[in-house]
């Protein structure tokens, strides 16, 4: 059973920066995508960054240049690092992955199969 942690959410002032973990564990396909979406309240869930098992990466255009995602795979964590938040960016964060050995590098939300329990970042102006 594939599980996934997130952790490294808080609060933090505009302009400040955080770093999100996602520890995933019981996947056994040597492919993966996981990804981050943010949903904050009233809104629809985003995809604000994934990557592949090659290390290809995929953002929307909104997040480029401030989000930046990467993965430990000796410690099979993938991280998100946020840069320059705004108040805009306050949500609560979710990773997820897709089920199945061929995965796409999407950031639309019914690809992806697992979800963790979430991480809220909240930026105050």
């Known amino acids: 059973q594939v599980q996934l942690v997130e952790s490294g959410g808080g609060s933090v002032q505009a302009g400040g920066s955080l770093r999100l973990s996602c520890a995933a564990s019981g996947y056994t396909y040597s492919r993966y995508c996981i990804a981050w979406f943010r949903q904050a309240p009233g809104k629809e869930r985003e995809g604000v960054a994934a990557?592949?098992?090659?290390?290809?990466?995929r953002y929307p255009d909104s997040m480029k240049g401030r989000f930046t995602i990467s993965q430990d795979n000796a410690k099979n964590t993938v991280y998100l690092q946020m840069n320059s938040l705004k108040p805009e960016d306050t949500a609560m964060y979710y990773c997820?992955?897709?089920?199945?050995?061929?995965?796409?590098?999407?950031?639309?939300?019914?690809?992806?199969?697992?979800w963790g329990q979430g991480t809220q970042v909240t930026v105050s102006s």
């Open positions: 997820a992955a897709q089920a199945g050995g061929r995965p796409s590098l999407s950031l639309w939300s019914g690809l992806y199969s697992y």
């Open positions: 990557i592949d098992s090659y290390g290809n990466r």
